[in-house]
């Protein structure tokens, strides 16, 4: 079976949600054009990571063209996504490895995301191998999501991925952990349960 690549070249939209209640959401990355919708799963630190050096990636480009590159300082607030995931979320793959490039010819950010694989090797130096032998497999390798964003979508996307991160649970103010709806046993507490 030949590998499955879901490419998006300036999607209509792609965007960071999540489905569920906090404390238990399942985060996803989903990409639109037309008609067509990919949904892939990750994890939440995924998110965070992938939206932070997508920053700081677009930070270095401003930098290193004087400003004169197409990609603004902060997301602009009148281009700002807030509608929840498409619907139905159907999840085409769990997300493993993600990549990001800047494409300097065409102006455009380069975000992959390659399916969790699991992999068996008698060594760290057999996994590391037989791992970069199937990322490089472009006929038989894991499912990949391809998304092209120009530098605006792309400072969009970022912003609105932080926002969803950080829109969890609210931390305690003592111990920095999240706090459930029925509260948490607080360690700073000794022990004793402490309400939302």
Known sequence: MSRQVFL?????????????????????LQASAGSRVTSV????TQVAALAERMDELLDEVVRRSGGSAAVPA?????????????APVEEEFRVGTMALAWDGEEECMIVEAQALVELDAESEEDLAEAEER??????????MLRVRLTGLQARAFAKRALEVVNAGRPPCP????????????????????RGA
């Open 74 to 86: 902060v997301a602009p607030a009148e281009i700002a996504d807030t509608a929840p995931l498409d």
């Open 8 to 28: 998006y070249d300036q999607p209509e939209r792609f965007v960071a949600g999540t489905v569920g209640l906090p404390g238990r959401r399942t985060f996803f």
């Open 134 to 143: 199937l990322l490089q497999d472009e006929e038989n390798g894991p499912p």
């Open 174 to 193: 003592l111990c920095s952990l999240p706090l459930d709806p029925e509260g948490h046993v607080c360690p700073r507490q000794n022990g004793y349960r």
């Open 41 to 44: 799963a990750l994890e939440k």
